[in-house]
């Protein structure tokens, strides 16, 4: 989980200041000095911090704070509102072109994950923005790149602009061309990156950037690579002038320096987060809800989007009036596993619960292999067995068992745990509507702990 360590050293400097009541300015001092060595280990830079701290502890050592009822949640309270402030405040969000395509130029180093995010990007704007994106695929250098792009559009059911090893700013241009022609709104170029910051990288951009005006510039960095993402955030940002940055890998950064030293150190804005390697996951960055995040408050407006984005509102209506009659089927049982998919790593969920809800869900994941197993066994049935599963006698059950590679055994656990799902179901409907998904998670083993590395 992102920003696990820091989230549990900051926690534990404040569960100290909670257990003494009433606070000294002495307490407060010991308190940040904490929260700074907390801070630097996270990978956030010297000055970052120096100055973080200093902000924090003149708010916290003042008579509104001390002499307060709840002085430690005060202190709590600044630290929240300057950790939001020092990764941007609010959320930033995309500049959208008045008339005409909307021109956003990909940058970075090569393996900060920038061809795949393009991708990420470009759909996460179709899907929730209603756009009409068109990948241009201007990486003439690496090897496979321009499949690479063709590979993850195509998955994303994207339109690809490629003219093969050519001049990257004439096929930038011939790209928007194409992009006016055909209706589409939204061109991300997808540039070449380096092993560094090189000359010969940024005079190529400098030129595309002249050539083809671009609304936006995004930077996409690695999040795992710490100060030196902030470190290429400044150097392109000196060269080229970007306009925000996109932090790849979040979800694999333990310490989130990067994260809470790119604003500070180049004053733009992070716009964009990716948080797994599903193309689906990206998320715009709200430094508000991160900085809750870290201090163990959860993110429950986060959670509620992502359970939003997976839910059905027509299944789920269709669903109530089923579980009235108690006609709950195999056939919604195997919608409802879906729905279950679709939220995600149940780790990533963690981050989002306030308190002790995340700490008992940390670690735990959805286990893909049982629900696969359990959506084999389900669509190795006829519609009529989906309906009436009391229908499956010894013959039918090694029929199915056969035509999805499984054991009877198997088919025998499912329909075990479906018969006691149905006899809850027939203890909770006195009106009460269904949530987002129903447990199940296959075989009975879906929901697992995740071993520490």
Known sequence: MAFEGLSEKLNAAFKRLRGKGRLTENDVREAMREVRLALLEADVSYKVVKEFVATVTERSVGTDVLDSLTPAQQVVKIVNEELTNLMGGGTA???FANNGPTI???????????????????????????????????????????????????????????????????IAENALRYARDHGNDLVFLDTAGRLHVDEALMDELKRMKATVHPNEILLVVDAMTGQDAVNAASAFDEALGIDGVVLTKLDGDARGGAALSIKAATGKPIKFVGTGEKLDMIEPFHPDRMASRILGMGDMLSFIEKAQQTYDEKQAKKLEEKLKKNSFTLSDYFDQLQQIRNMGDLSQLAGMMPGNLGSKLQGAQIDEKAIAHTEAIILSMTPEERENPQILGASRKKRIAAGCGLDVVDVNRLLKQFEGMQQII???????KPGFGFGGLGHGRGLRKRKKK
Request: aromatic fraction near 6%; proline fraction near 5%; hydrophobic fraction near 40%.
């Open 104 to 170: 956003v130029m990909m940058v970075g180093l090569q393996g900060a994950g920038k061809t795949t995010t393009t991708a990420k990007l470009a759909g996460y704007m179709k899907k929730f923005h209603s756009k009409r994106p068109l990948l241009a695929a201007c990486d003439v250098y690496r090897p496979a790149a321009i499949e690479q792009l063709k590979v993850v559009g195509g998955q994303l059911n994207l339109p690809v602009f490629e003219e093969g090893q050519g001049d990257p700013v004439k």
């Open 426 to 432: 027939k203890q909770v409907t006195g009106g009460r």
């Open 93 to 95: 969000k995309l500049a």
